[in-house]
């Protein structure tokens, strides 16, 4: 019995609002034209003069560079003329001690090194003309000394003159 009592309360709770709800809708339709004025009921209308005014402005041609923080950065390219003649360049003789000093120095690239085994030492991995090489520090491969193995480089003796080469 509760439950029926229930059902009948929020029922006609539910049908308040909705009486409320339509009350509220045809009243605010039913005084729609009451007051509101239109523009033919106002009399002596005051005449209002607008005119609008163009706002105009300029804008400057700026010879500043965004991109290279400068200003106007103007490069003028040289003009090749039939009338400029190449400098001449002096060669000086090459004398025989110059060609001693220079020496060419093979292709190398390292890979790196390995340690362990029962020889504590860093095993270098050199790849010298195109030909890998396994050489230990103070070891010596086709007239070039392995002076010291790193990480990440290992330098080289040939002749006194010392070369790093990286990985």
Do not use: C
């Amino acid at each position: 019995m509760n439950k029926k009592i229930a059902n009948g309360l929020l029922i006609f709770g539910v049908l308040i609002i909705w009486i409320f709800v339509l009350k509220r809708t045809t009243h605010i339709f039913k005084n729609e034209n009451s007051n509101v004025l239109t523009y033919s009921s106002i009399e002596n209308e005051p005449e209002i003069d607008i005119k609008f005014k163009k706002d105009t402005f300029n804008i400057g041609v700026y010879k500043r560079d965004p991109f290279l923080d400068g200003y106007g950065k103007t490069f003028k390219r040289k003009m090749n003329n039939s009338k400029n003649t190449p400098k001449k360049v002096n060669k000086k003789p090459i004398s025989k001690k110059n060609i001693g000093s220079k020496m060419l120095w093979p292709k190398l690239k390292y890979y790196g090194y390995m340690k362990g085994g029962s020889n504590k030492e860093k095993l270098a991995l050199i790849k010298m003309n195109n030909k890998l090489h396994r050489v230990r520090s103070q070891q010596e491969i086709n007239n070039i000394l392995v002076y010291s193995v790193f990480a990440d480089s290992v330098i080289l003796k040939m002749n006194s003159q010392f070369k790093t080469v990286y990985k």
